[in-house]
């Protein structure tokens, strides 16, 4: 999913579950950061003390290039969860072992994922959890067919549109695309589709199956079932019987999905955020920013840095609140959610990533 998903829709989501606007607020900027989370390694300050931060993405989503983004320490524990198959722990699915690490929505890997991330809601870094965690689970709708390793059932070709013909607008966009081994990452092969909520499309995977996408019905699926993962955290339960989406909120969501349709996500960002604005919601008028790096950012809160690559040699000046920083919190989170799934949750299906 683009940021109009990540940010704007997840702070929608998470208010008409219940959430107050400040917690709303947290979860939406952790939930987007996952996709700004660029740098790692140490934080050094003028007093000696260290910090340690990892990446939960790349700066450039270049899907050209092997080195950089094959990792799976970034793209199968943040934006491309296995899903089994769809089948629990302790059963394999069908097929090899490529079947097990393919992404799937709502699969039971990403079950408990969420269930982790609600009865973690006592740690100082909860809401920022929650909202890595609400990307991750959101991604494996938009994100399902493909895997976060170099393997070629993430092959596409012979795209289509919503009248079922060729995509020739994508086709044409690929025909000067540099195809390496590298392309078959993630959803390389088809670009922007999978995260764009107007969109119906289709394609032909690496096995030679058809798949249909209807990316609006997946995006309101997955919405509806982040607002119950939400309404579970706020009852402290993850077994609580919630519903998810009521209307007319559903069928505003929806609306957006269907009407906002340009290419540029940040486009369609603004636009969600125009429609906080202007209260177009159950819970009235909300002015809702985002801003990655720079001044007004959880970086620069906690960093007092406006530089948006850090150097090796960089030293920041040691501050007491640092310690209860949104950015420090996020990045707490972020280590957490990355060994929980890599080394707790995924053995438990009999997966074994990085």
Not at 96 to 116: E, F, Q
Not at 330 to 335: G, T, Y
Request: hydrophobic share 40%; net charge negative; proline share 6%.
């Amino acid at each position: 999913m683009d940021i109009d998903s990540h940010h704007a829709g997840t702070y929608v989501v998470a208010r008409l579950a219940g959430m107050t606007h400040r917690d709303a607020e947290i979860v939406a900027y952790s939930a987007q950061y996952v996709d700004d989370a660029t740098n790692e390694g140490v934080i050094r300050f003028d007093t000696g003390a260290s910090y340690r931060r990892i990446c939960s993405a790349h700066k450039i989503l270049d899907y050209r290039n092997a080195e950089s983004l094959a990792s799976a320490r970034v793209w199968v524990p943040f934006h491309f969860l296995p899903g089994n198959g769809g089948v629990p722990a302790g059963q394999d699915p069908k097929g090899g072992y490529v079947d097990k690490l393919i992404c799937r929505p709502n699969s039971p890997v990403a079950k408990d994922m969420v269930r982790a991330a609600i009865k973690g809601h006592e740690a100082p870094y909860a809401l920022h959890r929650l909202g890595i965690t609400a990307h991750v689970y959101a991604d494996t709708w938009a994100h399902q067919g493909f895997t976060g390793t170099n393997h070629e059932v993430n092959k596409a070709h012979d795209l289509i549109g919503a009248n079922g013909e060729p995509d020739v607008s994508m086709m044409s966009r690929l025909k000067g695309f540099f195809v390496s081994s590298a392309l078959p990452l993630g959803h390389g092969a088809v670009l922007g589709h999978p995260d764009r909520p107007y969109l119906v499309w289709g394609y032909t995977n690496g096995r030679g199956e058809k798949i249909l996408r209807n990316n609006p019905q997946d995006f309101i699926t997955a919405y509806d079932a982040m607002c119950q993962m939400f309404r579970r955290y706020l009852a402290s339960n993850p077994d609580a019987d919630v519903p998810g989406l009521l209307d007319p909120d559903r069928t505003l969501i929806m609306a957006l999905f269907r009407t906002l349709t340009d290419p540029n996500g940040h486009v369609r960002h603004k636009q969600w955020l125009d429609a906080l604005s202007q209260g177009h919601f159950s819970f009235g008028k909300v002015n809702l920013s985002y801003t990655p790096k720079g001044e007004g950012s959880w970086k620069y809160a906690a960093l007092g840095t406006l530089k948006e690559v850090d150097d090796e040699d960089d030293i920041f000046p040691f501050r007491p609140e640092f310690l209860q920083s949104d950015w420090q919190l996020f990045h707490d989170a972020l280590q957490l959610h990355r060994f929980h799934i890599v080394h707790e949750l995924l053995p438990r299906y009999g997966i074994c990533t990085a």
